[in-house]
C-alpha cells in the first residue's frame, strides 16, 4: 500500500471502516518517523476521522474511525463495554488438532513485563483480567500464502477476544505453547523465521451503529 492508498470497506456519516496493512502504525507514534499512519492517511482524505481503538503496527486488518465527536464517543463506549465483537485469524507455531471446531477459552491475566516493554506476561497475582476464545480452522499450511508459511507444522486458528489487553492474543498463544508464526516479541527464533511478517489479522467486527442502533457486521479475508 502506498502512502496515498486506501482500503476503505465501509463509509457514511457516522462511521469509516479501513482495512490496515501490516507494518503501519495505527496512530503516529514519537518521532519524526513514526508519522506515518493509519489515522493520517485516512484523515487526509477524511478531515473529519477520529480515532477509536487501534491494532498493533504489526497485525493488519480492520479499524473503526468515527467522524464526529458523538459517534467517537458511543464508538468507543461500546469498546470498553465489550459490546463489539471481534474476530482475527492467526497461524500458530506448532500441529494443534481439530475438536470438533469447538469454541476454547484461555482466561489468563496479562501485566506489563516492565523490565522488558513492550513485553506483556502471564501474572495471576497482578496482571488484570484476560479472555481469549479461539478454535482450530485449519491444521498445516495449505494456504493462499504459503510462501509465508514455511513449514507444515502450523495451525491456523480463529480467535476472539473477550478483553482488550495490549498483545492479548498473542501473550495468550504463547501461553499455549503456540506463539504466532513471525512474532518477533513472542514467538522462538524458529516461529519467527516461519513467517516475513506477524500472522495475525482482524477479520472481522460486529457492532452497532452509533446513530441507528443497526448491527453492522464487516468482514476482512486475511492476506495469508
Not at 486458528?157 to 499455549?176: D, M, W
Request: proline content about 6%; charged content about 25%; hydrophobic content about 40%.
Amino acid at each position: 500500500m502506498s502512502s496515498t492508498e486506501l482500503q476503505v470497506v465501509f463509509e457514511d456519516n457516522a462511521l469509516l471502516v479501513v482495512d490496515k496493512p501490516a507494518g503501519l502504525l495505527s496512530v503516529p507514534g514519537r518521532g519524526e518517523d513514526k508519522q506515518d499512519c493509519l489515522s493520517a492517511r485516512v484523515q487526509r482524505r477524511f478531515a473529519d476521522a477520529l480515532v477509536v481503538h487501534r491494532l498493533d503496527m504489526a497485525t493488519s486488518g480492520l479499524m473503526i474511525m468515527a467522524r464526529s465527536a458523538a459517534a467517537q464517543r458511543t464508538l468507543s463506549d461500546a469498546f470498553a463495554s465489550r459490546d463489539v465483537v471481534k474476530r482475527y485469524i492467526a497461524v500458530v507455531d506448532g500441529h494443534i488438532p481439530v475438536d470438533g471446531s469447538e469454541w476454547n477459552v484461555i482466561d489468563l491475566p496479562i501485566l506489563a513485563d516492565w523490565p522488558n516493554r513492550p513485553r506483556r506476561i502471564i501474572d495471576t497475582t497482578l496482571g488484570k483480567p484476560s479472555v481469549t476464545r479461539w478454535r482450530v480452522l485449519v491444521e498445516g499450511s495449505p494456504s493462499q500464502a504459503a510462501s509465508r508459511i514455511r513449514e507444515p507444522d502450523t495451525t491456523r486458528l480463529e480467535l476472539e477476544p473477550l478483553t482488550g489487553r495490549s498483545h492479548q492474543l498473542r501473550v495468550h498463544l504463547k501461553s499455549l505453547g503456540h506463539a504466532i508464526l513471525g512474532d518477533t516479541l513472542y514467538a522462538s527464533p524458529e516461529g519467527q523465521a516461519k513467517s516475513d511478517r506477524l500472522l495475525l489479522h482482524a477479520c472481522g467486527l460486529t457492532v452497532k451503529h452509533p446513530y441507528t442502533g443497526q448491527a453492522l457486521e464487516f468482514r476482512s479475508a486475511p492476506p495469508f
